[in-house]
């Protein structure tokens, strides 16, 4: 079964750094590359950055380049995000998903990862 | 940076049809794909490349464009249908756009 599992909830408070995981399995990692999209709470989809596992190359939203980094371990088969220093802003759900090479829709997506900023 | 434009708000009665809207400018609606997304729950893919639905989706779930406005349009509304639907766009070099969401209410 081709899926994206993500690491768990957290509970930050500002300032602190944190990496969030996701992990694919089913399917060959390097060939299908990772987006990540935040949902603020009540709010819609934001498209945040991709990444080419097979050569960790990314295409971050210049409206998150500079505050969030995007890399991945083809290794471990797992894509991350990483904050060196969080805002409240920051609290909101981000998903993974993977985009599929010929039809460039984002066919498989993770469970989602909580992450709650505050002081 | 384009936009993609989707009413916020959408309703039909349960048996009944209902059509959602993603204007933005052409070049941007030519691959678009929706996803449905209930609360509490990741997006699913319903539709890519404007028309074709993956494996598994009802053929209730159908997609369209003309001029510069793709369309989602659900056809014999179930209560399960109840969910917001987004659409992207693929706008090259790995990059996406989404719509700001539309809240289909099953009446």
């Known amino acids: 079964e081709v899926q994206l599992v993500q690491s768990g909830a957290e509970l930050k408070k500002p300032g602190e750094s944190l990496r969030i995981s996701c992990k694919g399995s089913?399917?060959?990692?390097?060939?299908?590359?990772i987006t990540w999209v935040r949902q603020m709470p009540g709010r819609g989809l934001e498209w945040m950055g991709t990444i080419d596992p097979g050569e960790s190359y990314t295409n971050p939203s210049p409206s998150f380049q500079g505050h969030v980094t995007i890399s991945a371990d083809k290794s471990i088969t797992t894509a991350y995000l990483q904050w060196s220093s969080l805002k409240a802003s920051d609290t909101a759900m981000y998903y993974c998903?993977?985009?599929?090479?010929?039809?460039?829709?984002?066919?498989?997506w993770g469970q989602g990862t909580t992450v709650t900023v505050s002081s | 940076q384009s936009a993609l434009t989707q009413p916020p708000s959408a309703s039909g009665s349960l048996g009944q049809s209902v059509t959602i809207s993603c204007t933005g400018a052409?070049?941007?609606?030519?691959?678009v794909s929706w996803y449905q997304q209930h609360p509490g729950k990741a997006p699913k893919l319903m539709i890519y490349e404007v028309t074709k639905r993956p494996s598994g989706v009802p053929d209730r779930f159908s997609g369209s464009k003309s001029g510069n406005t793709a369309s989602l349009t659900v056809s014999g509304l179930q209560a399960e249908d109840e969910a917001d639907y987004y659409c992207s766009s693929y706008v090259g070099s790995n990059k996406f756009l989404f719509g700001g969401g539309t809240n289909l209410t099953v009446l």
């Open positions: 052409s070049s941007d609606v030519g691959g």
């Open positions: 998903a993977r985009l599929s090479p010929t039809t460039r829709a984002l066919d498989v």
């Open positions: 089913g399917y060959s990692f390097v060939t299908h590359w």
